[in-house]
């Protein structure tokens, strides 16, 4: 499993840079969820968000409320396909993760709100390596049995890859940008396809 994902990765999508520009409108809406979730675990973010938001505050607001209303900001309705598919892994994010969802949003902690990314952009990446074996861009040596399961190993190794790359592109007291968050989530996004690169044998 390994070994296909690497090859995918490093032949059929060109490398890790390229496979980070091929991610299209997704990158543009990880930057604003990027953007946003830093803005709101920083000291006076709260109030900073409502006003995006339209809102006197986000005290008592549920979290799935805050998110759906986010959703606008990071991937409006309408566009292309692959905006739609932006759209799709961000509502699975939500869906994902009911307990989280149902808490008032000044309970989250930081590292709460930093897992909603990191999720959003596991299932960006799975899509795309999804697509690689629904094209058959990607064949394995497992066994039928094996390959059945073969969507939640790619899923482990994907959320692993996020994670590492996260914590090795760690921003603490920086001041956040539109342009400084597309840097530093395309930062990611390509560590995390040099990762999943250089997984196999």
């Given at each position: ?95 994902d993760n009911p ?38 861009a990607i064949r ?62």
């Open positions: 499993m390994r070994n296909g994902v690497s090859h995918y990765v490093s032949r059929s999508l060109g490398g890790s840079s390229n496979a980070t520009k091929r991610l299209g409108s997704s990158r543009t809406s990880t930057a604003r969820l990027y953007g946003i979730l830093h803005t709101l675990s920083e000291p006076g973010g709260f109030q900073q968000v409502a006003q995006l938001l339209s809102l006197d505050t986000l005290q008592g607001l549920r979290a799935k409320e805050f998110f759906i209303r986010l959703a606008r900001f990071v991937c409006p309705d309408g566009g292309t396909e692959d905006e739609g598919i932006s759209r799709s892994a961000y509502y699975d994010v939500v869906a307990e989280m969802m149902g808490k008032p949003i000044e309970n989250l902690t930081k590292d709460e709100i930093d897992s909603i990314n990191q999720r959003y952009m596991s299932k960006v990446v799975m899509q795309q390596i999804m697509n690689g074996i629904a094209n058959n394995f040596s497992e066994s039928l049995d094996e390959i059945a399961h073969i969507e939640e190993k790619v899923e482990q190794l994907i959320d692993q890859s996020v994670s590492d790359a996260c914590a090795e592109m760690k921003q603490e007291n920086i001041e956040m940008t539109n342009e400084r968050a597309k840097e530093i989530t395309d930062s990611i996004y390509q560590r995390v396809f040099e990762i999943l690169e250089g997984v196999g044998d």
